[in-house]
């Protein structure tokens, strides 16, 4: 019975310098800044940005790394990352038309991915959120 469940409903919208929402997820939007930059922020206006501060904290600690997207700065309003030109593997996987990946373009990937939480754990960080989108 959900009938003390709490339905909350959110509503794209745009921080200063946010042109356009391009993805989201549980607790965040994606907003397109410009070609090479992106803004992760809340769901919300002015909502909680504890897990954007943790985030942060993350990419400061891990630093920079060729398989990690780019940490580009911090503000009021949200997390500057680096943009995936290309979209996300979920996206080339599920939404384009591209042609199904050869074993060898999944193997690439795969060893890729490796090599980005090898770092990351080397660096005494856990992930524990990989997935394609």
């Not at 989201?24 to 939007?29: K, N, Q, R, V």
Request: with cysteine; charged share 25%; glycine share 10%.
């Amino acid at each position: 019975m959900l009938d003390d469940a709490e339905v909350v409903i959110y509503r794209h919208y745009c921080p200063p310098g946010v042109k356009k929402v391009i993805a989201s997820g549980s607790s965040a939007f994606i907003g397109e800044v410009d070609d090479l930059t992106v803004m992760k922020y809340p769901l919300a206006p002015g909502g909680d940005m504890s897990r954007l501060e943790i985030e942060k904290k993350l990419f400061e600690i891990v630093g920079s790394h060729e398989r990690i997207i780019g940490f580009r700065g911090f503000s009021d309003k949200g997390l500057y990352l680096e943009r995936a030109v290309n979209g996300t593997l979920g996206y080339y996987l599920l939404e384009s038309d591209n042609a199904p990946p050869s074993i060898q373009q999944q193997l690439s990937w795969c060893r890729e991915a490796t090599e980005a939480v090898a770092w990351i754990h080397a660096q005494g960080v856990i992930h524990c959120d990989i997935q394609p989108g």
